[in-house]
């Protein structure tokens, strides 16, 4: 058997790298699922040996990913040319041609040479896992089981595309707030290092009496002209700072708690959790994927630190003889009293998946419609924080000229 290299990750996200035998990449990653750990990464031991620039590569990978909607393209293709009669082998050289990103092109043609050597689909989809999801090797993995491949490629293009549209409304909702936010940023700082000076100039020579609010933006425009560089360094490091405790246990805790309590957008992220969630684990018991281990992709496919841990302990309470609806009952806070009670009655019919994919939809429109009304909230929120804030800055500025005009 093959020694790997691999990377792992366990729910608190700590990651952890090294060597390990096993027969394939399966076997690998239920090794590692039995010290609590998943699978991120692995590479057999002599591939790693023989090309230290194809480490390179992959390591660049991880900063230019595979756009989602390249692989959807590929999911769709993939799916019609089965459907047609043409070889795993062929299709895949076929859809290698027609890839954009070059990272895609080369993972494709690699997977046709496997299979043709004589591995299987999953197996072989294994070896890009910062391509290809555990989602999607297991859901191609039960249909290859079954023969129902065809279907499992339905499916997972029916998830992705969902999916995709979720969390681009999402980022199309949050665009406009950001973008205002920064070009008021942008505008802020502008004032500041050149308006500002002009006008302490002026008070100088003028010998006006400063208020305090007035004495505040002088000094911080002083503070900015004299250490534009420090600054910009230190808004760099805060950054990575901020983004290296976000990857810990205790900011992971903290970023998720922010979201679900944070005004406004807790429904919106609730919902969405709960959507992505429900989405992902009817996608994958449909598929024929079993019970235990779909609770464990599903966990690894969401974000937010609390619905991870909730189908974490879920799927351990599943493995020993627990229902889904039951082992979910402690997390009422996350899944509303609908969807544990509406999981009972798909468990006690035997029509899980398909209660999922409902209440998947519920959420779906649920999300819909917060954010369109959130996007009519949000503008005159906005002008109102930004007009006092402009207020506040031009009242300051203008304090002491108008000192000067009762003194006259």
Same mark, same amino acid.
Request: no cysteine; hydrophobic share 45%; glycine share 4%.
């Given at each position: 058997?093959?020694?790997?290299?691999?990377?792992?990750?366990?729910?608190?996200?700590?990651?952890?790298?090294?060597?390990?035998?096993?027969?394939?990449?399966?076997?690998?990653?239920?090794?590692?699922?039995?010290?609590?750990?998943?699978?991120?990464?692995?590479?057999?031991?002599?591939?790693?040996?023989?090309?230290?620039?194809?480490?390179?590569?992959?390591?660049?990978?991880?900063?230019?990913?595979?756009?989602?909607?390249?692989?959807?393209?590929?999911?769709?293709?993939?799916?019609?040319?089965?459907?047609?009669?043409?070889?795993?082998?062929?299709?895949?050289?076929?859809?290698?041609?027609?890839?954009?990103?070059?990272?895609?092109?080369?993972?494709?043609?690699?997977?046709?040479?496997?299979?043709?050597?004589?591995?299987?689909?999953?197996?072989?989809?294994?070896?890009?896992?910062?391509?290809?999801?555990?989602?999607?090797?297991?859901?191609?993995?039960?249909?290859?089981?079954?023969?129902?491949?065809?279907?499992?490629?339905?499916?997972?293009?029916?998830?992705?595309?969902?999916?995709?549209?979720?969390?681009?409304?999402?980022?199309?909702?949050?665009?406009?707030?950001?973008?205002?936010?920064?070009?008021?940023?942008?505008?802020?700082?502008?004032?500041?290092?050149?308006?500002?000076?002009?006008?302490?100039?002026?008070?100088?020579?003028?010998?006006?009496?400063?208020?305090?609010?007035?004495?505040?933006?002088?000094?911080?425009?002083?503070?900015?002209?004299?250490?534009?560089?420090?600054?910009?360094?230190?808004?760099?490091?805060?950054?990575?700072?901020?983004?290296?405790?976000?990857?810990?246990?205790?900011?992971?805790?903290?970023?998720?708690?922010?979201?679900?309590?944070?005004?406004?957008?807790?429904?919106?992220?609730?919902?969405?959790?709960?959507?992505?969630?429900?989405?992902?684990?009817?996608?994958?018991?449909?598929?024929?994927?079993?019970?235990?281990?779909?609770?464990?992709?599903?966990?690894?496919?969401?974000?937010?630190?609390?619905?991870?841990?909730?189908?974490?302990?879920?799927?351990?309470?599943? %493995?020993?003889? $627990?229902?889904? *609806? /039951?082992? +979910?009952?402690?997390?009422? =806070?996350? #899944?509303?009293?609908? !969807?544990?009670?509406?999981?009972?009655?798909? %468990?006690?019919? $035997?029509?899980? *998946? /398909?209660? +999922?994919?409902?209440?998947? =939809?519920? #959420?779906?429109?649920? !999300?819909?419609?917060?954010?369109?009304?959130?996007?009519?909230?949000?503008?005159?929120?906005?002008? +109102?924080?930004?007009?006092?804030?402009?207020?506040?800055?031009?009242?300051?500025?203008?304090?002491?000229?108008?000192?000067?005009?009762?003194?006259?």
């Amino acid at each position: 058997m093959p020694n790997y290299f691999y990377k792992a990750k366990n729910l608190e996200g700590e990651e952890k790298m090294g060597v390990l035998n096993a027969k394939n990449h399966s076997e690998l990653a239920k090794i590692l699922r039995k010290k609590k750990y998943f699978l991120t990464e692995a590479k057999e031991e002599k591939e790693e040996k023989k090309n230290i620039l194809s480490l390179n590569l992959d390591f660049l990978d991880k900063f230019f990913k595979v756009p989602l909607t390249e692989k959807l393209f590929f999911t769709k293709n993939l799916g019609v040319m089965i459907k047609t009669g043409v070889s795993l082998p062929r299709s895949f050289q076929i859809l290698s041609n027609q890839a954009k990103n070059s990272q895609f092109k080369k993972a494709l043609k690699t997977i046709s040479e496997k299979i043709s050597k004589g591995k299987s689909l999953s197996e072989s989809l294994s070896l890009f896992p910062n391509i290809f999801s555990s989602l999607y090797i297991e859901t191609l993995k039960a249909g290859e089981e079954t023969g129902s491949l065809e279907e499992s490629l339905k499916i997972l293009d029916n998830q992705m595309q969902r999916e995709h549209d979720l969390k681009s409304k999402i980022k199309t909702a949050m665009a406009y707030p950001m973008i205002v936010l920064v070009m008021t940023m942008l505008i802020g700082v502008f004032m500041m290092v050149f308006a500002v000076p002009n006008l302490k100039v002026a008070f100088e020579e003028l010998n006006v009496q400063i208020p305090p609010s007035t004495k505040m933006f002088l000094y911080l425009a002083d503070f900015l002209i004299r250490n534009w560089f420090i600054s910009i360094i230190f808004l760099f490091v805060f950054a990575i700072i901020l983004i290296s405790y976000f990857k810990t246990k205790k900011g992971q805790r903290l970023k998720s708690n922010l979201l679900l309590k944070a005004p406004i957008i807790n429904k919106i992220n609730k919902s969405s959790n709960s959507s992505l969630a429900l989405m992902i684990l009817s996608s994958l018991l449909r598929a024929g994927v079993p019970v235990v281990r779909a609770l464990e992709i599903t966990s690894g496919a969401l974000s937010n630190f609390y619905f991870k841990e909730s189908l974490i302990n879920a799927s351990r309470t599943v %493995e020993k003889g $627990g229902k889904i *609806s /039951e082992s +979910l009952q402690p997390y009422k =806070d996350l #899944y509303s009293p609908m !969807v544990l009670e509406m999981m009972e009655i798909g %468990e006690e019919t $035997g029509e899980t *998946s /398909e209660i +999922l994919r409902g209440l998947a =939809d519920f #959420y779906e429109e649920e !999300v819909t419609d917060s954010l369109a009304r959130l996007s009519s909230m949000i503008e005159p929120l906005l002008i +109102l924080v930004i007009g006092g804030v402009v207020g506040f800055f031009a009242i300051s500025m203008l304090q002491p000229i108008f000192n000067i005009t009762k003194g006259l």
